[in-house]
C-alpha cells in the first residue's frame, strides 16, 4: 500500500515512486491505521510518557496525539536520510506530511 509505495524512493533515493490508481484510497488507509495507532497510545499514555515514533510508517502520529492533547511529548525518528527535494516534492501527499511529521517535538 501507501508505505511501500514510499520505501523505495525514500531509502534508495532515486526518485520513483510506486504509482497506483488508488494512490488516495491507500493514502487514506494509511492515515486511518495511524488514527487507529495514535487511539491505542492514547488509551494507555499517562501524564509524563515520551512517545517515540519511528519511521515513516508513523509519520502522522504525531499530530493525531497532539490534537488530543498538546502536552504528550512526542519525538519521531527516520531511520534513513529523508528525502532530498527533487524526491521529496513528487510525493503527492507532501504537504500533509509537511504539516504532520513537525508535530513531533523532537526530530
Not at 519511528?54 to 490534537?67: C, D, Q, S
Request: charged share 20%; with cysteine.
Amino acid at each position: 500500500g501507501f508505505v511501500a509505495s514510499l520505501s523505495l524512493p525514500w531509502s534508495s533515493q532515486d526518485g520513483r515512486l510506486a504509482t497506483t490508481c488508488s494512490f488516495q484510497s491507500q493514502f487514506d488507509a494509511y492515515k486511518k491505521a495511524n488514527q487507529m495507532f495514535a487511539d491505542v497510545v492514547y488509551e494507555h499514555y499517562q501524564e509524563g510518557d515520551v512517545v517515540w515514533c519511528h519511521y515513516y510508517h508513523l509519520m502522522f502520529l504525531p499530530k493525531y496525539l497532539k490534537e488530543r492533547n498538546i502536552q504528550i511529548r512526542v519525538g519521531w525518528f527516520l531511520h534513513t536520510p529523508f528525502p532530498s527535494s527533487e524526491i521529496y516534492r513528487t510525493l503527492p501527499s507532501r504537504s500533509e506530511i509537511l504539516r504532520s511529521v513537525p508535530a513531533a517535538d523532537l526530530l
